[in-house]
């Protein structure tokens, strides 16, 4: 019989830890992470032969739902037409355009295969913008998986930081510089001291790779006003929040304008995406107007971009969707406050538009620290209660609950249910 089970043993034996992405492994829940055959709109189906009301959206990209009749119908056209030039097509001009009117802040833009490749792309282009080598990051901040970027806060006696993974010189990441998310002071330290050698400041500005933790007012008014004083790009990493948490992203939504912005996950409607972008003077310091080298055989590939379009597109389309994920999402919020003043459990609830995260924790959850005062154990018995209603929510901790437009009202209904037991 081909199972989960019987797969992810084989897979063990051919991909190392049998996922292609570590998370998928369910290493922190515990148990054999469920293989998926199909899913459509809100429900995901694994080869088992359960059905589940999905949460996970891909991790981010999915806020249409599952197999959006319009965007499959144009992606399958797209394919007669050849699956890749590595030559300019008038859909990259086409998707550009979306990107830009969607964010006024960025002028120009450039399209690369994943997050993380945009992120580290936009730092190498800060550098080379500002001629300066370092950078500051928000600790439980997560921004892909390139060397200079996978660190943790060095020692109090060291001020930059240290690698976080086997594999990464500790020389790649001394030019990166730890500081706390939604704690002001902590910036302020680094750039009294740094400033005039910090090329980029990066955030994600609603933090949703810890958890969701919504920046507090004014830190990223706060940002904006500290690396304007010192001359540093601020780089916005709208990857999870780009139209999501409105169209315009993060930056819609708090009316912040960075000087770039890095994207991903929904700007390829489920296909390997990713842009990064910004004012026209940072950006034509790329290659090959400007001296930044930065390429890709299948950046812009045509049949991830029509994904990316038509996404797009329906989005703009329907404003009215932003509003109904929002009331989606604050149903479920509402549902675990219930669950926990009835059971008289401590939790903690952030929700921001169609992202949430409930932590199991009497403190409130407002930077990385508190996040990590939640109780694991707890999660990890919640996500697999979950499991067994039907409902599929992150195998982790700190992971965000995405709310699709798909998802119906009778299944948060029914997700609200399940939460309650
Ligand atoms: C997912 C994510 C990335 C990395 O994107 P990949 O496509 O997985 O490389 C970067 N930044 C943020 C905020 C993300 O959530």
Request: proline share 5%; charged share 20%.
């Amino acid at each position: 019989m081909e199972n989960s089970k019987v797969l992810f043993e084989k897979s063990l034996e051919k991909i190392p830890g049998g996922v292609n992405s570590p998370v998928r492994a369910f290493g922190s829940v515990g148990g054999s992470p469920l293989f998926i055959k199909s899913a459509n709109a809100d429900h995901i189906y694994d080869v088992d032969g359960n059905e589940f009301i999905d949460y996970v959206c891909s991790w981010g990209p999915g806020i249409l739902g599952h197999a959006h009749p319009q965007v499959i119908e144009a992606v399958k056209k797209a394919c007669v037409d050849g699956l890749t030039f590595g030559a300019p097509t008038k859909k990259e001009l086409e998707l550009a355009e979306l990107i830009t009117d969607a964010m006024p802040s960025i002028e120009k833009v450039r399209l690369v295969n994943s997050g993380t490749e945009a992120t580290m792309s936009a730092i190498r282009t800060a550098r080379g913008y500002t001629g300066r080598d370092m950078i500051i990051k928000f600790r439980g901040n997560y921004h892909g998986h390139s060397d200079g970027l996978l660190v943790k806060a060095g020692s109090a006696a060291l001020t930059t930081a240290v690698p976080d993974s086997a594999g990464v010189p500790a020389s790649y990441t001394q030019n990166t510089l730890v500081a706390e998310y939604n704690n002001e002071d902590s910036v302020r330290e680094l750039m009294e001291q740094y400033g005039e050698n910090v090329a980029a400041i990066i955030v994600e500005p609603v933090a949703a790779n810890m958890g969701v933790v919504p920046p507090k007012e004014g830190f990223l008014k706060f940002l904006r006003d500290i690396t304007l004083k010192y001359g540093t790009v601020l780089i916005f990493d709208e990857v999870i929040t780009g139209f999501r948490l409105k169209f315009g992203g993060a930056q819609e939504y708090f009316g912040v304008k960075p000087d770039m912005t890095t994207l991903g996950k929904i700007v390829g409607g489920g296909m390997p995406i990713a842009a990064y972008g910004g004012k026209k003077e940072i950006m034509d310091r790329v290659s090959p107007t400007g001296p930044v080298y930065q390429a890709g055989t299948l950046s812009g590939n045509p049949i991830a971009t029509t994904a990316g379009i038509e996404t797009l597109k329906i989005l703009k389309a329907h404003p009215e969707y932003y509003k109904q994920i929002d009331e989606s999402a604050k149903k479920l919020a509402d549902a675990y406050r219930k669950m926990a003043k009835e059971k008289n459990i401590p939790l903690h609830v952030n929700q921001i538009g169609s992202l949430l995260s409930a932590f199991q924790t009497g403190e409130v959850v407002d930077d990385y620290d508190s996040a990590l005062t939640s109780d694991t154990n707890a999660y990890t018995e919640y996500f697999w209660k979950m499991l067994d209603n039907g409902i599929y929510v992150a195998p982790a901790q700190f992971e965000a609950m995405f709310v699709s437009v798909a998802h119906t009202k009778e299944d948060i209904e029914r997700t609200c249910e399940v939460i309650s037991l």
